[in-house]
């Protein structure tokens, strides 16, 4: 079955700090990739999203991604986090060209940035 | 709407009792998700309508499980003899496309809590 791993539960930085979060993938097949945020009381929003074309992925905020197809990574980063990005980020994959688009998440990590 | 409404926001059920959670997409949108998010844990699929037709009913954890969108517009998830195990937040998501993905919108949720 496909999966999606967060590697980190509890990212802590500093504001300024730069930011990675892992996300690996199973599945051999094409894939659709998304990060989406979650601010404390706030619904899940997308904030990038891969479908094909140019691996590295501008997302809103400041946030980009790469798609690594090779390792099958779809790792978030941003050089100099904010306070207000204190957040939980869910890496999360669909099948490109499936009859059907339920998504498939991964526990997320919970990003703390200290003023 | 502007956004995906569900409700109710937050929902207490003693163990055994039936609960209709209700979701109302965006306006327009083909496509409309249900998912449940247990407490640390990324979001899990459970059902997926385009317009009126359930496509996809996998996700659902049990036979206690129902959802409809009789409508097209509309769902409501069903949980009836709810156990503790049920307790969670439970996501609504619509989409414009139909077999494609262009990104949900997540409602902000229905926390159930069952004692």
């Known amino acids: 079955a496909q999966s999606v791993s967060q590697h980190n539960h509890h990212v802590i930085l500093s504001e300024a700090a730069s930011l990675e979060l892992g996300c690996n993938y199973s599945y051999g097949g094409t894939v659709n990739l998304f990060w989406y945020v979650q601010y404390p009381g706030q619904h899940l929003q997308l904030l990038l999203k891969?479908?094909?074309?140019?691996?590295l992925v501008k997302g809103i905020k400041g946030f980009e991604a790469e798609f690594i197809k090779s390792k099958f990574s779809f790792n978030l980063r941003k050089p100099s986090v904010q306070w207000s990005d204190t957040a939980e980020y869910f890496c999360a994959v669909n099948l490109s060209g499936g009859s059907q688009g339920n998504l498939i998440f991964g526990k997320g990590t919970k990003l703390s940035v200290k003023p | 709407g502007a956004g995906v409404s569900q409700s109710p926001r937050y929902k207490v059920a003693k163990r055994g009792q039936d609960v209709a959670l209700r979701c109302d997409p965006i306006s327009g949108h083909v496509s409309l998700f249900w998912y449940q998010q247990a407490l640390g844990q990324g979001p899990e699929f459970l059902t997926y309508f385009q317009n009126e037709a359930q496509l996809d009913k996998s996700g659902l954890p049990s036979d206690r499980f129902f959802a409809e969108r009789p409508e097209g517009s509309v769902s409501t998830l069903k949980i009836q003899r709810t156990q503790q195990e049920d307790s969670a937040v439970y996501l609504c998501a619509s989409t414009q496309a139909g077999t494609d993905y262009y990104g949900y919108t997540f409602g902000s949720g229905t926390r159930l809590t069952v004692v």
């Open positions: 891969y479908f094909s074309g140019d691996p």
